[in-house]
T-cell receptor
Framework: ETGVTQTPRHLVMGMTNKKSLKCEQH?????MYWYKQSAKKPLELMFV???????ENNSVPSRFSPECPNSSHLFLHLHTLQPEDSALYLCASSQDSGAYNEQFFGPGTRLTVL | GENVEQHPSTLSVQEGDSAVIKCTYS??????FPWYKQELGKRPQLIID?????GEKKDQRIAVTLNKTAKHFSLHITETQPEDSAVYFC??????????????FGTGTLLAVQP
């Protein structure tokens, strides 16, 4: 198992539910990312946190709410999602968000919105 | 904004043959180009990257070439093996002046190596 873990690995939720995705990295990194991966689409960057500060919100709808309490943990709070939000949500981390740092990905959470 | 196009979307080769995947980017200010490999049901993992001040980089059977003038870069895999079968993503990063490592990804290439 690599240094980036995500829970849960699978999640099925209704459109009125509220749920949260969790990401944890054990690599001592200071930057963390949320990506959305849909079939036949490129990986879409959603949010970037650098030293716990959000530095990027890629025009993500407000029904997705990120939280980064410390450099090791990242959450994605979900509420009133739509079926088109069904996708694989990947978390990644890197040493920091600058320059040429490699991003290490977690295994992802497969989300299905009914 | 930055756009990355990747071709082909699927590629099937015989074991031992070479495979080439091509990407083009739109923003001439892009300066970093990583390639990620994602095996079925697994996470993307970096396999090779190249910076804009270099034209070619090689790591064993994998090589990447960059043509800044034409704004395209390619992944070359020689002597392919069945374990090379995966989806390969290219990406481009623009230097926003310090803080943000914002990668724009291509749509991916499904490589199938037939034994």
């Amino acid at each position: 198992e690599t240094g980036v873990t995500q829970t849960p690995r699978h999640l099925v939720m209704g459109m009125t539910n509220k749920k949260s995705l969790k990401c944890e990295q054990h690599l001592g990194h200071n930057a963390m990312y949320w990506y959305k991966q849909s079939a036949k689409k490129p990986l879409e960057l959603m949010f970037v946190y650098n030293f716990k500060e959000q530095t990027e919100n890629n025009s993500v709808p407000s029904r997705f709410s990120p939280e980064c309490p410390n450099s090791s943990h990242l959450f994605l709070h979900l509420h009133t999602l739509q079926p088109e939000d069904s996708a694989l949500y990947l978390c990644a981390s890197s040493q920091d968000s600058g320059a040429y740092n490699e991003q290490f990905f977690g295994p992802g959470t497969r989300l299905t919105v009914l | 904004g930055e756009n990355v196009e990747q071709h082909p979307s699927t590629l099937s080769v015989q074991e031992g043959d070479s495979a080439v995947i091509k990407c083009t980017y739109s923003d001439s200010a892009s300066n970093y180009f990583p390639w990620y490999k994602q095996e079925l049901g697994k996470r993307p993992q970096l396999i090779i990257d190249i910076r804009s001040n270099v034209g070619e980089k090689k790591d064993q059977r994998i090589a990447v070439t960059l043509n800044k003038t034409a704004k395209h870069f390619s992944l070359h895999i020689t002597e392919t093996q069945p374990e090379d079968s995966a989806v390969y993503f290219c990406a481009a990063r623009k230097n926003y002046g310090g803080a943000t490592n914002k990668l724009i990804f291509g749509t991916g290439t499904l490589l199938a190596v037939q034994p």
